[in-house]
């Protein structure tokens, strides 16, 4: 019996290397704007215990009921990050931060996992890239991350951006927004889809992200988070208001805006696009403010704001671009003892930046030269055993078509002037 191909988990895509330099371009870049904001890196792990997400995120969200990824593992409950905020808080409190600092920036790479309904723009495992600033309430610093985050956005060539702005209050506001909200649906409640009529219970805000066209149609009417506000939420709201104003940063308020994590409280915010490939799935990028989150984790209280956005979405909506590469040389030994001498003259190459690919599979040069020239090789270099007893090279220069012998002991500094690569630090 033959056994069924191997494929990728649905959902789950192979990144090819022909794909990753366009990944790594925009890392690094992600890396070098935050950087320049005093952001660092956090690397925590893909693996938490589920009760951190259930804590964090919300019990009755379709993150925490449906889409998670969770196991038993001897006994222990655990789940694949579906994003990374619950996992870098956690270990924000693990490590006692706050005591060494009490405000922090950090950044994070990074797969997250989801079992959602694939569609392009919309992955079982998709990669953030996310920051989180602990212990500053803001305004100031939400209006400097929005700012910073549409910059890099428009830095890397993302069309149409929109910006969707909300403010969801405190605790104080949440606990009258749900009762308007009970209070507004509780009439529609026969025209309510299963899992928002459920929500009507135990969760009315989640009502508003249902995707059931039904939910959508009444949810249009629902009234609106703003009303809710108290004086200093809304003290807070106008004031990052002002400084985006101020900024010349565009948005558009949102009242309905609501995404699908418990754990936000104040400023909400959502970064869309267009362009490129991408479809439906146009927000590229979510965050907000979440001051209660560290408290409920067991940490001392800690105002939070931050973001992630989802490298996929941002690949798919902009521009390829032309990656600089190192430039590039063949080496063609024709024998055994040649080849000896090419891993040595390609460990000097590479020494001096140059990527350096060894023939050692004892071809026929024309197709080595065939090889080199599609790779678009700068050059080639022939070392034959005539070569080898003369102490010459034979080096073909692939652009100018032309071939020329030289003492073998002279062949790196050509070949790295020929290229305009610096010369060597000298030796002391
Ligand atoms: P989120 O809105 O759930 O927020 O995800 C942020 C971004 O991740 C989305 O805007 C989208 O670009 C991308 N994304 C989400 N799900 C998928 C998927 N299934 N496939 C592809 N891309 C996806 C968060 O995750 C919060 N942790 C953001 C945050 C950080 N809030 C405060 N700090």
Request: net charge negative.
């Amino acid at each position: 019996m033959s056994s069924p191909t191997l494929r990728a988990v649905k959902g789950m895509n192979d990144i090819l290397p022909d794909e990753v330099g366009r990944w790594q371009h925009l890392e690094q870049a992600f890396r070098g704007w935050f950087e320049r904001l005093g952001f660092r890196e956090v690397r925590t792990p893909q693996v938490e215990p589920t009760s951190l997400f259930v804590r964090s995120i919300g019990e009755a969200t379709d993150v925490v009921e449906k889409e998670m990824y969770s196991f038993r593992h001897h006994d222990e409950e655990l789940t694949l990050r579906p994003e990374g905020t619950a996992g870098a808080a956690r270990a924000y409190i693990e490590h006692q931060v706050k005591e060494k600092s009490p405000v922090s920036r950090w950044y994070y790479l990074g797969p997250m996992f989801r079992g959602e309904r694939p569609a392009r723009g919309r992955y079982r495992q998709f990669h953030q890239a996310g920051c989180e600033v602990y212990g500053d309430p803001g305004p100031v610093v939400d209006a400097e991350l929005i700012d910073a985050l549409v910059g890099f956005l428009q830095s890397v060539g993302l069309q149409g951006i929109e910006v969707a702005l909300s403010s969801l209050g405190g605790p104080g506001a949440r606990a009258r927004y749900r009762d308007a909200l009970v209070e507004y649906f509780r009439p529609h409640a026969a025209s309510l889809s299963e899992d928002s009529l459920r929500r009507l219970e135990t969760n009315p805000l989640r009502i508003l992200d249902s995707k059931d066209p039904g939910d959508q149609a009444l949810v249009a009417g629902a009234p609106s988070i703003q009303e809710q506000l108290d004086g200093e939420d809304r003290a807070h709201f106008e004031q990052l208001r002002r400084h985006l104003d101020a900024l010349g940063t565009p948005y558009q308020i949102d009242p309905r805006l609501v995404r699908g994590l418990d754990y936000y409280t104040r400023t909400l915010f959502e970064i869309r696009g267009n362009g490129g490939e991408l479809g439906a799935q146009n927000a590229v990028c979510g965050g907000g403010r979440y001051d209660r989150m560290i408290e409920e984790l067991g940490g001392r209280p800690t105002p939070c704001i931050g973001f992630a956005l989802g490298m996929e979405r941002l690949l798919l909506a902009t521009p390829a671009v032309s990656m600089p590469t190192a430039p590039l040389v063949f080496l063609a030994p024709l024998g055994e003892r040649a080849q000896s001498e090419c891993l040595l003259l390609a460990r000097e190459l590479r020494s001096r930046g140059v990527e350096a690919r060894v023939e050692g599979r004892g071809q026929k040069l024309k197709a080595v030269l065939a090889r080199a020239s599609d790779a678009r090789a700068s050059h080639c270099v022939i070392l034959g055993e005539g070569e080898l007893d003369r102490g010459l090279v034979a080096l073909k220069d692939l652009r100018a078509q032309s071939q020329q012998e030289l003492p073998r002991a002279q062949l790196v500094e050509h070949l790295c002037s020929q290229l305009h690569l610096p010369l060597p630090e000298p030796r002391h």
